[in-house]
């Protein structure tokens, strides 16, 4: 079955720092999200994304955050000056034009220390 | 928006038992309710989803309840076995609009003891 793949799986940066969290969907899937997860709570969406532009974004994806698709393949979650409260489990995630189903990659461990 | 709260946060089962989920829902707008199971290591893959034109939908030893007019609905585990081992979580959603943005539970840590 074809699978969404992120990179890097653990990422470990200074506070203030800039991270880039890289999520390759599945080839044929049109809509792209990033969802989060700090550790014991809810998972939580950050944003949705569809025809190369965002479609929705909850309170957390701040001025801070943006995402992009540069090269049709991947997607990317940017976080600028991060902060300690950043630290959680980076989820991506795609679907189909159509269905319901989302597709989620294993995450990425981000730790701002 | 949408608060979805899941319990218990942590089932400990004998294998061979049968284990239960719960969510419980606010916007009676939602009508799409799928439940990921994550394993170590791995994202959360959708098991089994049930729409709100539906009470009740089974796949071999997973159940899934809907209860619309208390906004509750719950995954049902029966022969528990250790695969079964793993993070549950709960969904809810409103497929119409255009906009597909499904608002999670906490997730239930399952572990299934041999």
């Known amino acids: 079955e074809p699978e969404v793949t992120q990179t890097p799986s653990h990422q470990v940066t200074q506070m203030g720092q800039e991270v880039i969290l890289r999520c390759v969907p599945i080839s044929n899937h049109l809509y792209f999200y990033w969802y989060r997860q700090i550790l014991g709570q809810k998972v939580e969406f950050l944003v949705s994304?569809?025809?190369?532009?965002?479609?929705?974004k909850s309170e957390i994806f701040d001025d801070r955050f943006s995402v992009e698709r540069p090269d049709g393949s991947n997607f990317t979650l940017k976080i600028r000056s991060t902060k300690l409260e950043d630290s959680a489990m980076y989820f991506c995630a795609s679907r189909q034009g159509g269905g319901e189903k989302l597709f989620f990659g294993s995450g990425t461990q981000l730790s701002v220390l | 928006g949408e608060n979805v709260e899941q319990h218990p946060s942590t089932l400990s089962v004998q294998e061979g038992d049968s284990a239960v989920i719960k969510c419980t829902y606010s916007d009676s707008a939602s009508n799409y309710f799928p439940w990921y199971k994550q394993e170590l290591g791995k994202g959360p893959q959708l098991i089994i989803d049930i729409r709100s034109n539906v009470g009740e939908k089974k796949d071999q030893r997973i159940a899934v309840t809907l209860n619309k007019t208390a906004k509750h609905f719950s995954l049902h585990i029966t022969e528990t076995q250790p695969e079964d081992s793993a993070v549950y979580f709960c969904?809810?959603?409103?497929?119409?609009?255009?906009?597909?943005?499904?608002?999670f539970g906490r997730g239930t840590s399952l572990i299934v003891h041999p």
């Open positions: 969904a809810a959603s409103s497929t119409s609009g255009g906009s597909y943005i499904p608002t």
């Open positions: 994304f569809y025809n190369n532009e965002i479609s929705e």
